[in-house]
């Protein structure tokens, strides 16, 4: 095998883990799936990954790569802060329907599963959770200064946005059931159109 | 063995693998750890479960009650539907510190862990999370026809809060920081003090 086929292998394997791990579980989805989806024997797959926890790591960060972007692409066509808030909401709002959050969102599922597992995971986690929390704070705080939205506690706020579009799309995936994140989504939004008063 | 004595091995290694289950995943954990919390041989536990699922759900179950009786309990010393609100939300600001959540709330561990898995674990999630709805739900109901809450849709106020504290707990536990779900808990404690206008 050559080093460029291996690489282009490894990016395969990664990609086709990731959508499955995000559904199945980034923990508890068995080798025997991951091995269905990319067709692979089990040599095959750990030939590019020295552990079960070391594909989930990479399989992760791939799927929290692709919502990041979704997220960072929908604020950078926004000017006012008003704006790149009600765009970030609107990206969760529609995350039912997104490919990007197929299976659940990927940070709170990992979140979830992690508790008393591998810490590399654990971390993995809370890095890309304090980036979404950033991502929101950052506007947040910038509205401040533009007077857009009150003065305040802007982690508290952004922390508090980030909890409830993640506890609504739980609702909506335990349930299939689009309106629970969509109903907060759009209290949010009416919370940006009044300036976080 | 005795019919008796099985029933209370049986109970126990319920109530044993149900603080195991809930920290290190209800589908994840392993065998091994259900071993050695319980002190019994895969064969003593296997004796009084069908399978690995069946002892999960039966787990879920008694976690889940232990949470639905801390929060009855919460509301029933009180006689105003704002009061029973801040009784029930209370429970959550504290519930880092709760034995009955120790690993999290079962309800979302599971609802998180069952998509794509044993559909009687994922009926359990939505029964579990239709009654802690639908216990925010009535009370709300509750006080808006007394007057005390603004008239509304009281399901979707109901979601909104379980959502939120949900959300909030699950970022409280990423980070063991209790902060996150006590913020949340407050501006809620705040929207009910403001008769949820």
Same mark, same amino acid.
């Given at each position: !095998? ?58 992760? #960060?791939?799927?929290?790569?692709? !919502? ?104 909506? #995936? ?7 994140? /969509? ?13 976080? /008063?």
């Amino acid at each position: !095998m050559s080093r460029r086929n291996g690489e282009a292998t490894r990016k395969r394997i990664v990609a086709q883990a990731a959508g499955l791990l995000n559904c199945q579980g980034y923990l508890r989805a068995p080798v025997s799936e991951i091995m269905r989806v990319t067709g692979l024997q089990k040599g095959g797959i750990y030939n590019h990954f020295e552990s079960r926890d070391a594909l989930a790591l990479e399989a992760f #960060n791939y799927a929290f790569g692709r !919502m990041r972007d979704r997220l960072l692409s929908a604020v950078s066509r926004k000017k006012s802060p008003s704006d790149k808030l009600r765009a970030l909401i609107g990206v969760m709002r529609d995350a039912t329907k997104l490919d990007e959050f197929r299976g659940g969102c990927p940070i709170m599922n990992l979140a979830i599963e992690s508790d008393y597992a591998d810490p590399r995971l654990r971390a993995a986690a809370r890095e890309a959770m304090g980036q979404l929390v950033g991502l929101f704070e950052r506007i947040i705080r910038e509205g401040m200064e533009l007077g857009e939205f009150a003065k305040g506690d802007a982690h508290a706020r952004a922390s508090h946005m980030v909890a409830a579009v993640e506890g609504g799309l739980m609702l909506s #995936n335990l349930y299939k059931d689009e309106s629970y994140v /969509r109903n907060i989504a759009s209290r949010l939004e009416q919370e940006v159109s009044e300036g976080l /008063r």
